[in-house]
């Protein structure tokens, strides 16, 4: 779905109504016209990808559908990237969606990487003392939020912390 930027900024919301309608309290995009022998009018348009989100081929060039929502809905592409609100990736209902700039949309990450020892989100463990440790990410720089018996306790408060120091987090 790589494309570059400035392409898919050519498709301007008047193109986008002509091609497909928007229900804003589903997110589902409808076809309005044929574009391809295996389009119909009134058919859902799009598929879901293996990433998780629903895409929609118009003129060849493959967009994300809760982009296009926000630009059928605005009129204007997002700036930043489209954060869904309740973690859903096929959620493309409007009130799901907000325009975050990338930082922001990161903070919302909800499950720790593949290499975490621990496998909770913040937490690590250090065998010297026995003890889990909670570090949380400020401005690109890694705050010690103290160490805890269990790795619930850590990880605690990492989303207290979160809560408090990550303006627009969803818990």
Same mark, same amino acid.
């Given at each position: 779905?790589?494309?570059?930027?400035?392409?898919?900024?050519?498709?301007?919301?008047?193109?986008?109504?002509?091609?497909?309608d928007?229900?804003?309290?589903?997110?589902?995009?409808?076809?309005?016209v044929?574009?391809? @022998?295996? &389009?119909?009018?009134?058919? *859902?348009?799009?598929?879901?990808?293996?990433?998780?989100y !629903? #895409?929609?081929?118009?003129?060849?060039?493959?967009?994300?559908?809760?982009?296009?929502?926000?630009?059928?809905?605005?009129?204007?592409?997002?700036?930043?990237?489209?954060?869904?609100?309740?973690k859903?990736?096929?959620?493309?209902?409007?009130?799901?969606?907000?325009?975050?700039?990338?930082n922001?949309?990161?903070?919302?990450?909800?499950?720790?990487?593949?290499? @975490?020892? &621990?496998?909770?989100l913040? *937490?690590?463990?250090?065998?010297?003392?026995?003890?889990? !440790? #909670?570090?949380?990410?400020?401005?690109?720089?890694?705050?010690?939020?103290?160490?805890?018996?269990?790795?619930?306790?850590?990880?605690?408060?990492?989303f207290?912390?979160?809560?408090?120091l990550?303006?627009?987090?969803?818990?």
């Amino acid at each position: 779905m790589k494309r570059p930027e400035h392409m898919a900024k050519t498709l301007t919301a008047y193109e986008l109504r002509e091609f497909l309608d928007y229900d804003p309290a589903t997110g589902v995009f409808t076809w309005r016209v044929s574009l391809a @022998s295996n &389009v119909k009018p009134g058919s *859902v348009a799009g598929c879901v990808m293996s990433n998780g989100y !629903r #895409a929609i081929r118009i003129r060849g060039v493959g967009y994300k559908a809760h982009r296009l929502a926000w630009l059928f809905v605005h009129g204007d592409w997002p700036q930043g990237v489209i954060d869904h609100i309740s973690k859903d990736k096929t959620d493309n209902r409007i009130s799901n969606l907000r325009d975050v700039p990338q930082n922001m949309n990161s903070h919302n990450q909800r499950e720790c990487g593949r290499k @975490s020892r &621990v496998g909770l989100l913040g *937490v690590g463990y250090f065998k010297r003392t026995g003890k889990y !440790r #909670a570090d949380i990410q400020v401005n690109g720089r890694s705050l010690h939020l103290g160490s805890f018996d269990t790795p619930e306790a850590a990880q605690a408060a990492y989303f207290a912390a979160k809560q408090e120091l990550h303006a627009g987090y969803v818990a």
